[in-house]
Structures are given as C-alpha cells and as structure tokens.
C-alpha cells in the first residue's frame, strides 16, 4: 500500500463532488448567488491551506466510512443540504467516475494528469466566480459581495498551493511508485459496482456496474503502435522486421502532458463528463449489495477513528445564524419522487440489515476471578508505546 494515496484520492473525489453540484445547480435553476455561494463555501472548506498540509503527509489510506464521512461534512459545508438519498447517489457518481479515470490511465502516472485536470477545472470555477462577484462588487445594491472577492483571492491561492504541494509532493515519483498508488486506489473501489447512466449510455459500463475496457486507441506516451516484430542479433543490434495486422486501430501519443500551472495536460481524463445536454446521471441499482470487505467493525480502529476526527473537525462548518434563512435543498435525482423512493429503498435496506445483527452481551466478563487472573498475566504492557498521531494533530488544528 502506498502512503502517497490520500491526497490524489481526495482531490479528484472533490474535484467531481463540484463537477456534479454545477451541474444540479443549473438544472434546479438555483439561483446565481446562491450556486456562487455553495461553490465558495464547498472549495474554500475542501482545499482548506492548514487541511491540505496534514493531508500531504505520507500516511495509510483511510477507510472507505472515512472517507465517506469527510465528504458528507464536506457537501454541507454551505447553505446547500442533501438528504441520504441525494448524498448516496453523490458519493456513487463520485466514486464510479474516477474508479472508471484511474482504470483508463495508460501509464500509472496519468493519475497526476488526472488529479491536474481537476484541480484545473476547480481554479477555472473560482476564477468565473470571482470575475461575477466583483462585477456584483460595482453594483451599488450588492456591496456584500465586495467582501467575497477578497474571499475568492485568497481561494484562488489555495488552489495554486495545492498545485504546489501535487508537484512537490508526485514530480519526481518513479513509475513504480504511481503504479502502487494506482493498485491502492483501485483496491480502495474494489466491489465497487454502482451503475451509471452516463457510462451505460455510452456503452463503457455493463448492466453488472463493471467497466469496458476499451482494447484499442492511444498507446502510452514514448511507446510503440502495435504491429512490428523486430529481431536482434546477440549484440542487441535489430537485424530486420515484420509487420502483421494488430487486430485494432493504435495511435501514438507525440507530446506527453505538462506538469505546468497552465500546462497542457493531454488527456481528457479528470474532466468534467457532465453537460446540460445529459442531465440524467445515474441508474440506481434494484438493491445495493455490501460486500465483506465494505463492512465495517462497531469498534473501529483507534488510529481511523482519530484520523477521522481530524478530518471531521476541519471540515465542520457551522452556518452562520443569518444564513439558516437561505439554506436550501439539492436534488440529485430527476425528480422528487424519484428521491422519496431512493429514500425509501435505503431505509427499508436499513432495517433488514439491522434484522441480522447479533449483540452479544458481554458485562459479565469481570464476574470471572479466575478467568480475570489469566487474562492479567497475558497483559503486556508496552511503556515505549508511541501516542496516537491522531491526538497531536487534532489539538494542532483546534485552533483553527
């Protein structure tokens, strides 16, 4: 498991959190001032300067419920509220659209290409905003927003500091190194199978929810089209060749993506798949199946449970009292009814699977003398045993 793998996983599952809000908020026809505020709210809060630092320190990849908790604080971090429903289907966009990303790259490090193209729709988001607050700024009836265009300038510079920190922190990585943070993301989606309209539409996703992985096209960068044997002689000097029909059209890649603030990247992976040609976005399963490996223990590991205290912690936002008045519900589905059945599926789910669960009653374990001696004596008690990082971390970020 790589410890680079946070940080990738995190920005690219926010970066398609804000492709996928625009696109609701348009087609509710929610207000212009209110769509610019959750936009702000929602990427201030994620690419939060003291967050971002504790996220690029090299650590293990939290589990699949932390994760999903940060973006459930993270989607409520403005005036905007999502039910369990619309919040489900969210995640799942989420998830599917970058585990379809990941599994397209042709080279383990187009995963950074990907995670740029995210952050460069996200700076493209910020910069339109802004321009629309400071005309709003110039307008005699809108001196609020003069306040909000100093907000935006200071979130642009988030934005380029996560710029800074990807370079920094994955420039110079090896192909092996992007190649195990591929593996460890792809097992972090693994039995991940929610189906998605878009992807059934175009034909790259089965009725099962698994990926068509497409067996022709572009060829890696630096990598030859299929279609020559050559041979060499035992001083590795190629004698002659033959061509046979590779099956399949290739083409080769001439300039590879650029690292660059505003570099060409090359690839259209990482960017935004929703338009308002194609405002259904998903196809909910009959019944979501939760595999063994997605359970998860009533008594979590101290060490997650600490990290996601932090990130919890960071990204509790607490609306303003003048605000409570604006909020506003988001749709993620067609139409309410649609919702209110979603709504409905999961809890009726809910309750089956609460049916199964077995509690075991275990009060009485200290009635036991003898067996409490024995248990005594196999104690080990570590003195050197390190403090949890978790601890230090949330008292460093109290203060924020």
Same mark, same amino acid.
């Given at each position: 498991? $790589?410890?680079?793998?946070?940080?990738?996983l995190f920005v690219n599952l926010g970066g398609e959190m804000v492709y996928i809000l625009d696109q609701r908020l348009r087609a509710q026809n929610i207000s212009a001032e209110k769509a610019r505020r959750v936009m702000h709210d929602i990427v201030g809060t994620m690419l939060n300067r003291r967050f971002m630092e504790e996220l690029f320190k090299p650590q293990e990849l939290y589990s699949k419920k932390a994760v999903r908790t940060v973006f459930d604080r993270l989607a409520h971090a403005s005036i905007m509220r999502l039910n369990a429903a619309s919040m489900d289907k969210l995640y799942d966009l989420m998830t599917m659209a970058f585990k379809y990303q990941v599994s397209l790259c042709l080279r383990p490090n187009d995963i950074l290409l990907t995670t740029l193209n995210h952050l460069d729709a996200i700076l493209k988001f910020v910069e339109e905003i802004d321009i629309a607050n400071e005309k709003a700024r110039c307008? %005699?009836?809108?001196?609020?927003?003069f306040s909000h265009f100093f907000e935006w300038t200071t979130i642009t510079s988030q934005v380029e500091y996560v710029y800074e920190l990807l370079i920094e922190t994955y @420039? %110079?990585? $090896?192909? @092996?190194?992007?190649?195990?943070?591929? =593996?460890?993301?792809?097992?972090?989606? =693994?039995d991940m199978h929610i189906r998605v /309209?878009?992807?059934?539409?175009?034909?790259?996703?089965? /009725?099962? @929810?698994?990926?068509?992985?497409?067996?022709n096209g572009q060829v890696p960068h630096k990598t030859?089209?299929? @279609?020559?044997?050559?041979?060499?002689?035992e001083k590795g000097s190629p004698t002659y060749s033959e061509s046979f029909t590779p099956g399949s059209h290739f083409n080769d890649v001439q300039l590879e993506g650029s690292y660059d603030l505003h570099g060409p990247r090359r690839t259209n992976l990482g960017t935004n798949m929703y338009s308002a040609s194609r405002i259904e976005t998903t196809v909910s399963p009959a019944k979501t199946v939760v595999h063994s490996s997605d359970l998860e223990t009533s008594a979590p590991n101290p060490l997650a449970k600490a990290q996601l205290d932090l990130l919890s912690s960071l990204l509790s936002?607490?609306?303003?009292?003048s605000e409570n008045k604006t909020e506003f519900r988001l749709n993620l589905f067609n139409t309410d009814e649609e919702e209110e059945e979603a709504s409905a599926g999961c809890s009726k789910l809910s309750d089956e699977e609460g049916s199964l669960v077995i509690t075991i009653d275990a009060s009485k374990k200290n009635k036991n003398p003898a067996l409490n001696k024995v248990m005594a004596d196999m104690t080990v008690e570590d003195q050197c045993a390190p403090a949890d990082k978790g601890d230090d971390l949330l008292q460093l970020m109290d203060g924020l």
């Open positions: 498991m $790589s410890l680079n793998t946070l940080p990738l307008c %005699s009836c809108c001196l609020r927003w @420039g %110079s990585l $090896s192909d @092996g190194d992007f190649h195990l943070i591929r =593996q460890t993301i792809l097992n972090f989606f =693994q /309209s878009i992807f059934l539409k175009d034909k790259v996703q089965n /009725s099962n @929810g698994r990926f068509v992985i497409p067996t030859e089209v299929p @279609g020559t044997i050559k041979y060499f002689d936002v607490e609306p303003r009292q």
